[in-house]
């Protein structure tokens, strides 16, 4: 298909089987419209500039992943600060996201990656700021004395705060097709691939990637080859499904900000978020809203005041929706009081649950839907509609937490009385996984534990990375021990009220041994042992690679198991069953990371590992105070998995939880 040109606004619109993907050449500004190809009529307007959407690749060379790239909670931290002040025209977020698209775009044009390093550096550091550059600016602070922030960075910042877009990235749309950036969402592909890709096959978007992968092109470029090519015929599908579902934290960031918004429209007796978003799944794929008013009409045009980019893209009587640029769709329904409750029940699903519950209400001779639960067909005869625990205890049923409505086990649990009592975010006592200033994080191990205790936890352990990941300065053991003098420094200063255990991130090798000598690892307190490099060694031999470090006596937990990154990074191809037969044999702990784009163990991973008795431990994995926030993420997973605080060992204060090791780590 060829691209057309729109010469008034530069926009340039190509078709794709699923979606219109819009460009707007000038900025480099991705528009993601989930419209069938018939509705072609359907263009959103083209406001903002290069926004929270815009695809980062994962780093062709990937440690933590978390870390090195950008951390989503930073994002919205970021832009949730700017928001606010409403002076402020430029996010750091979109600054940093700015300069690694440029730093992308000339690296798909021949640079070498010394000099992008400069602009990757410094959306890295700019992210981990906690004052927008821009008030920096306005307060007179010269960006060079900033710590890592360089000339070139500098001088970008000010183009952006002063233009809004950078020259040099509209230069570079001149000779790259801005669908080529598309092709840095495949898992594996980084620049330099997606460079020979370009430059020497001329594929310039993923329909032109997916064809040359199955015509075999691919695989004939050097640097390639067979395997290559399959794991990039894979990853095709999770770049275009990138752009259907967002994270469960950023719909949960937009979930407040509407809130935010419908908090000063009177009508409005109560408010209600519904579908996926309320059963707290790791993606959400759009936004289901529930509103009992006095007026619908009133309602409807506040909701019509929500964010000015976005586009009405119907309104009827009691419902209206929306379409956010980057093509999100939030729905809402006005519902009279007494069927809110069902409507809540009915738009929460999971449709498989909800099979069941329709069954239920058939057998007893009823029928159920979203305005009520009544007897047979006959609308007057509305047994409850209300409440929607009301629906639940009329068809016998306990409430059932909406995070179980999976028709999983929670029908089984709640006929035998034994629907578990999900964990709470104030259950958590500590957090065994964060980083400092001493490797990639933002914050100082005294910085992380005055927040940590503000959160009402009683301990944490510093877990930097080992010396293997020397992108993020991993640490020696010189520096480990050095560090660890610090910690008992500091435990001494802070008394009985808060304990900093001595920890480390240990990398397990592409040959299964430990980054660091046994006899530095047995002085730590915990040890936290991960895979961060050859992440696609075949299954056997990764497998074998984390059940060794299961094995080994040092080991405290395995975090992040398997590695995945949501709709960024596939899992690594281990055979999760036997890690958690290991862990359970040799009595060691497996991690839920609540790094909202890890999220790993996944919820059905989990209620696997609770179920054969292995503590799990939820563990923010932060690397700036902000990201200790993750937690709650975490939270949200956990009770998916159906867990109770008795299962997570981090309910448990340190001396237990040290106990429950017993002498095998
Ligand atoms: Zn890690
Ligand atoms: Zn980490």
Partial sequence: MEPRWRTDRCIWLRRSKKRHVLHDARTAVFFYSRQSASQ???????????????????????????????????????????????????????????????????????????????????????????????????????????????????????????????????????????????????????????????????????????????????????????????????????????????????????????????????????????????????????????????????????????????????????????????????????????????????????KEHNVVMRQRAKDRGWKLNEWGLFVDDDAETRLEGASEQGIYKRLGLPFIPPELRENRQEFAWAEAGNLPVLIELADIRGDLHMHTTATDGAASIEEMAAAAKAHGLSYIAITDHSQRVAMARGLDPARLLAQWAEIDAINRRLGNSFQVLKGIECDILENGQMDLPDDVLAQADWVVASVHYGQTQPREQITARIIGAIAHPHVSMIAHPTGRLINRREPYDVDISAVMDAAAHHGKLLELNASPKRLDLNDIHLAAAAQRGIPIVINTDAHSIDGLEAMRYGIVQARRAGLTKRQVANCLPWPELKKLMGKKR
């Fill in 40 to 350: 072609t009529n359907f263009l959103l307007p083209i406001r903002k500039s290069v926004g929270e959407f815009l695809p980062t690749p994962v780093p062709p060379v990937d440690t933590c992943g978390e870390n090195l790239a950008s951390s989503p909670l930073d994002e919205r931290r970021n832009t949730a600060t700017t928001a606010s002040a409403s002076n402020i025209a430029v996010t750091n977020e979109q600054i940093a996201q700015h300069l690694e698209t440029l730093a992308d775009l000339l690296e798909i044009q021949g640079a070498n990656s010394f000099r992008t390093n400069a602009y990757r550096n410094g959306a890295r550091r700019i992210r981990q700021l906690s004052e927008p550059i821009e008030s920096l600016v306005a307060r007179g602070v010269a960006l060079t004395t900033l710590d890592g922030i360089g000339k070139s960075v500098a001088e970008k910042c000010y183009e952006l705060i002063e233009r809004g877009k950078l020259k040099q990235i509209e230069e570079l749309l001149q000779v790259i097709p801005p669908s080529v950036l598309d092709l840095l969402q495949v898992p594996r592909l980084g620049p330099k691939k997606v460079a020979a890709l370009f430059h020497q096959l001329h594929i310039t978007n993923l329909e032109e990637l997916r064809a040359a992968c199955q015509a075999g092109r691919v695989r004939e470029l050097a640097g390639f080859g067979a395997k290559t090519q399959q794991s990039i015929l894979e990853g095709i599908a999770i770049a275009s499904a990138a752009n259907q579902r967002i994270l469960w934290a950023q719909a949960d960031d937009l979930v407040q900000e509407l809130r935010h918004h419908f908090a000063d429209c009177r009508a409005i007796r109560h408010l209600d978020f519904a579908g996926s978003y309320r059963r707290g799944r790791e993606t959400v794929g759009d936004l289901d809203l529930l509103v009992d008013a006095t007026d619908a009409d009133t309602v409807m045009d506040h909701f019509a005041k929500f964010r000015p980019s976005a586009t009405l893209s119907g309104r009827g009587p009691t419902k209206m929706s929306i379409r956010l640029d980057n093509g999100f769709a939030i729905d809402l329904r006005v519902v009279p009081p007494e069927s809110f409750g069902s409507a809540l029940q009915y738009f929460t699903g999971s």
